[in-house]
């Protein structure tokens, strides 16, 4: 029996030992990359770790990436060393999304030597992906091609257990992040709708019904006590707060994030690295496309631009993306291509659901790694399928191949090269300003937002983020001493005269393009 199993599955473990063995070489050289929303979501889990329940339950940031996380946080709490372990949980959450496109591939029908290429392909693709941000947009990617694992296996409606499984998956993909409640619940009705359509037996239709009840109680249940949390302690029903701090960001009075233009903002709480770690608190204008007609061309003005974006993200992925697309409509609605039309049209559909959430309000480029994917199996499906029917012979069909792969991973494997150590720098920069300097407590900066931030995750200092007044002394001191800043960090500022009555310049120009004022 395992001798069968091996040989079974013996691609896909020589796939994922080469992807293992890469993550083990590659993972120092990307130790130091950091984000400001990896910082938040490091801080959540330290509060989850801490039972500190009140900071940890976090409308913006969904807890599922942190929860992972604790378990690393048991041995070692230090900023760099969380840090790592956001990568390695990164990395192991990529060896499941490879499992998951190789289950995906079988269900499609993709013959092993193109599932062998499109898992090797992967690799690269995978690996950026896990590496170079620290965020649960890889995770929410990973669960959701195990929900489509379910719900576009023909036999979805055999077992009563696919609609329980497909909720729960659904569930998780929310706790990963609040954009998968609603793309969960559009999709999951809509393709328990077209089963139920296009089923003549009404034995199976009753299936489609059991399992479609199952699969939204499971997931309403299960989401249902997060969103009570997260409800219960901002006094108000909500899925999440990033969606309505990203429509009030675009909205056409917005001046951007608040940190950039609001002044020096008290973190979030009292362990709070920023305000980042819950910018639920940040005083943002709301507005809504149907208040007004300006209002209403500036929502249509703003999802155009999202679509442009959309494209442009979808070409970083591939050269080839738009023709994928455009020959999987040929494919669908192709007489001779009847057998591969409804799978060619699912992922279709998924893919103009998920992109199309996302341009109601805000697009990037990590938002859309799903489609990344999706996009990448269309196409080896599609060569599959002209292979198999002989509209292509062998020799097209490897230079096709060649050309695919290369169009997919030329951009991972580049940016995979220009983040190599990136970062590394800041660290460096951070340890000067604590052995050196003794930087710590609060913090301010008359610029660099987010690079200070990473200097105060390295301190376990707090920042306070950009002064208002950055050039008049008088209203910088006022604002400086009302937030009890202990230290100043001004980057490049050619006023070299800041006439600050309690703070005092103790780097005299030691470090090139920062000085440092010390309160007194």
């Given at each position: 029996?395992?001798?069968?199993?091996?040989?079974?599955?013996?691609?896909?473990?020589?796939?994922?030992?080469?992807?293992?063995?890469?993550?083990?070489?590659?993972?120092?050289?990307?130790?130091?990359?950091?984000?400001?929303?990896?910082?938040?979501?490091?801080?959540?889990?330290?509060?989850?770790?801490?039972?500190?329940?009140?900071?940890?339950?976090?409308?913006?940031?969904?807890?599922?990436?942190?929860?992972?996380?604790?378990?690393?946080?048991?041995?070692?709490?230090?900023?760099?060393?969380?840090?790592?372990?956001?990568?390695?949980?990164?990395?192991?959450?990529?060896?499941?999304?490879?499992?998951?496109?190789?289950?995906?591939?079988?269900?499609?029908?993709?013959?092993?030597?193109?599932?062998?290429?499109?898992?090797?392909?992967?690799?690269?693709?995978?690996?950026?992906?896990?590496l170079t941000f620290v965020t649960?947009?890889?995770?929410?990617?990973?669960?959701?091609?195990?929900?489509?694992?379910?719900?576009?296996?023909?036999?979805?409606?055999?077992?009563?257990?696919?609609?329980?499984?497909?909720?729960?998956?659904?569930?998780?993909?929310?706790?990963?992040?609040?954009?998968?409640?609603?793309?969960?619940?559009?999709?999951?009705?809509?393709?328990?709708?077209?089963?139920?359509s296009k089923s003549s037996s009404?034995?199976?239709?009753?299936?489609?019904?059991?399992?479609?009840?199952?699969?939204?109680?499971?997931?309403?249940?299960?989401?249902?006590?997060?969103?009570?949390?997260?409800?219960?302690?901002?006094?108000?029903?909500?899925?999440?707060?990033?969606?309505?701090?990203?429509?009030?960001?675009?909205?056409?009075?917005?001046?951007?994030?608040?940190?950039?233009?609001?002044?020096?903002?008290?973190?979030?709480?009292?362990?709070?690295?920023?305000?980042?770690?819950?910018?639920?608190?940040?005083?943002?204008?709301?507005?809504?496309?149907?208040?007004?007609?300006?209002?209403?061309?500036?929502q249509i003005f703003i999802m155009?631009?999202?679509?442009?974006?959309?494209?442009?993200?979808?070409?970083?992925?591939?050269?080839?993306?738009?023709?994928?697309?455009?020959?999987?409509?040929?494919?669908?609605?192709?007489?001779?291509?009847?057998?591969?039309?409804?799978?060619?049209?699912?992922?279709?559909?998924?893919?103009?659901?998920?992109?199309?959430?996302?341009?109601?309000?805000?697009?990037?480029?990590?938002?859309?790694?799903?489609?990344?994917?999706?996009?990448?199996?269309?196409?080896?499906?599609?060569?599959?399928?002209?292979?198999?029917?002989?509209?292509?012979?062998?020799?097209?069909?490897?230079?096709?191949?060649?050309?695919?792969?290369?169009?997919?991973?030329?951009?991972?494997?580049?940016?995979?090269?220009?983040?190599?150590?990136?970062?590394?720098?800041?660290?460096?920069?951070?340890?000067?300003?604590?052995?050196?300097?003794?930087?710590?407590?609060?913090?301010?900066?008359?610029?660099?937002?987010?690079?200070?931030?990473?200097?105060?995750?390295?301190?376990?200092?707090?920042?306070?983020?950009?002064?208002?007044?950055?050039?008049?002394?008088?209203?910088?001191?006022?604002?400086?001493?009302?937030?009890?800043?202990?230290?100043?960090?001004?980057?490049?500022?050619?006023?070299?005269?800041?006439?600050?009555?309690?703070?005092?310049?103790?780097?005299?120009?030691?470090?090139?393009?920062?000085?440092?004022?010390?309160?007194?």
């Open positions: 029996m395992e001798n069968k199993f091996l040989m079974h599955h013996k691609d896909l473990i020589l796939i994922l030992a080469l992807y293992s063995i890469l993550s083990v070489l590659l993972l120092n050289s990307y130790r130091y990359v950091i984000t400001a929303d990896g910082i938040s979501y490091i801080g959540v889990a330290r509060n989850y770790l801490t039972l500190n329940w009140s900071d940890a339950i976090n409308g913006y940031w969904a807890p599922l990436f942190s929860w992972l996380l604790i378990p690393f946080l048991l041995f070692n709490k230090t900023a760099l060393y969380a840090l790592l372990s956001a990568k390695i949980l990164s990395l192991i959450v990529g060896f499941f999304t490879i499992i998951g496109v190789e289950r995906l591939s079988r269900k499609m029908g993709i013959e092993r030597v193109f599932r062998v290429v499109l898992l090797f392909s992967m690799i690269p693709i995978v690996l950026s992906f896990a649960p947009d890889l995770l929410v990617t990973c669960l959701l091609v195990f929900y489509l694992v379910i719900i576009f296996d023909s036999k979805y409606s055999n077992k009563l257990s696919n609609g329980i499984f497909c909720g729960v998956i659904g569930a998780a993909a929310y706790l990963a992040k609040a954009y998968a409640l609603p793309f969960f619940v559009v999709h999951f009705v809509f393709f328990n709708l077209v089963y139920y009404k034995d199976k239709k009753r299936n489609i019904s059991k399992n479609f009840l199952l699969g939204i109680s499971v997931f309403l249940v299960i989401s249902g006590v997060w969103i009570g949390a997260i409800s219960d302690k901002y006094g108000e029903l909500t899925i999440g707060t990033s969606g309505e701090y990203n429509q009030a960001l675009i909205g056409p009075e917005s001046q951007g994030h608040p940190m950039y233009y609001q002044g020096l903002l008290k973190p979030s709480n009292k362990n709070a690295i920023s305000v980042w770690e819950d910018p639920s608190n940040l005083q943002m204008k709301k507005w809504s496309p149907f208040k007004s007609i300006g209002y209403f061309k500036h155009g631009e999202n679509v442009v974006s959309t494209i442009d993200y979808l070409e970083y992925f591939s050269l080839l993306s738009l023709l994928i697309i455009l020959f999987s409509l040929f494919f669908i609605f192709k007489p001779s291509f009847k057998d591969s039309r409804d799978k060619l049209m699912y992922l279709l559909i998924t893919v103009i659901l998920y992109c199309g959430g996302y341009t109601l309000i805000l697009v990037e480029m990590r938002y859309l790694y799903l489609i990344c994917i999706l996009l990448f199996l269309m196409a080896f499906y599609m060569l599959n399928i002209s292979f198999k029917q002989k509209i292509i012979n062998i020799k097209m069909r490897n230079v096709l191949l060649i050309l695919l792969i290369f169009s997919f991973i030329i951009m991972p494997v580049i940016t995979l090269i220009q983040t190599v150590n990136m970062g590394e720098g800041t660290h460096n920069l951070s340890q000067t300003l604590k052995v050196d300097y003794g930087v710590h407590g609060n913090i301010a900066s008359d610029d660099e937002w987010e690079k200070t931030l990473h200097i105060s995750y390295y301190l376990n200092a707090k920042y306070y983020g950009i002064t208002k007044n950055a050039t008049n002394s008088n209203d910088l001191q006022r604002e400086l001493e009302n937030n009890n800043i202990n230290y100043y960090l001004v980057w490049d500022n050619q006023n070299n005269n800041l006439d600050l009555e309690d703070y005092r310049e103790i780097t005299h120009g030691n470090i090139q393009g920062l000085r440092i004022y010390s309160r007194t």
